[in-house]
T-cell receptor
């Protein structure tokens, strides 16, 4: 399967614990995006990378959230001291950006986080 | 006011019906107008997109944009049970940093 891969698919954690999600983008895609989707809502942009550089972060990305893409390939999203309001589907997407153009973003299946 | 407004539905139609899904948006700078389809427990997938105003047709699907009224539509002809999903509009400046509507849940009954 050459699509965007996210792990784990589901995560249940206790409030206050730290969690980390991983995203493997489509090979050769240089842009990688993180979105959050709560029940009954559309995905909300969190942050995106071009290669290893984090180019933009949403106000939704509080200081408890950190995302990395150390070698410009896979990315991790860590949430520290989880709260019940963090329960959501975390979606990763990737695209290929060239000078003056950007292909569509392909989404992964998401990681569903439940904070109890 | 939300940047993108979309009726959450659900919208229930019989198989074969013509379906009309709509969004309004507030940012007049938006030039790309995407429609994503999301099946339950899956990530969104791009259905089609238009650039600037006008219509675009792809098989049973037609996307329509009216920039003067900031109104975008997706029409589905001869709807099928396999079309049952949530349809998300995402107007924006391009494919980076998509701004999604809430999504409209469509149910097509056989």
């Amino acid at each position: 399967d050459t699509g965007v891969s996210q792990n784990p698919r589901h995560k249940i954690t206790k409030r206050g614990q730290n969690v980390t999600f991983r995203c493997d983008p489509i090979s050769e895609h240089n842009r990688l995006y993180w979105y959050r989707q709560t029940l009954g809502q559309g995905p909300e942009f969190l942050t995106y990378f071009q290669n290893e550089a984090q180019l933009e972060k949403s106000r939704l990305l509080s200081d408890r959230f950190s995302a990395e893409r150390p070698k410009g390939s896979f990315s991790t999203l860590e949430i520290q001291r989880t709260e019940q309001g963090d329960s959501a589907m975390y979606l990763c997407a990737s695209s290929l950006a060239r000078l003056g153009s950007n292909t569509e973003a392909f989404f992964g299946q998401g990681t569903r986080l439940t904070v109890v | 006011q939300k940047e993108v407004e979309q009726d959450p539905g659900p919208l229930s139609v019989p198989e074969g019906a013509i379906v009309s899904l709509n969004c309004t948006y507030s940012n007049s700078a938006f030039q790309y107008f995407m429609w994503y389809r999301q099946y339950s427990r899956k990530g969104p997938e791009l259905l089609m997109y238009t650039y600037s105003s006008g219509n675009k047709e792809d098989g049973r699907f037609t996307a329509q944009v009216d920039k003067s009224s900031k109104y975008i539509s997706l029409f589905i002809r001869d709807s099928q049970p396999s079309d049952s999903a949530t349809y998300l509009c995402a107007p924006g400046g391009g494919f980076q940093k998509l701004v999604f509507g809430t999504g409209t849940r469509l149910l097509v009954s056989p």
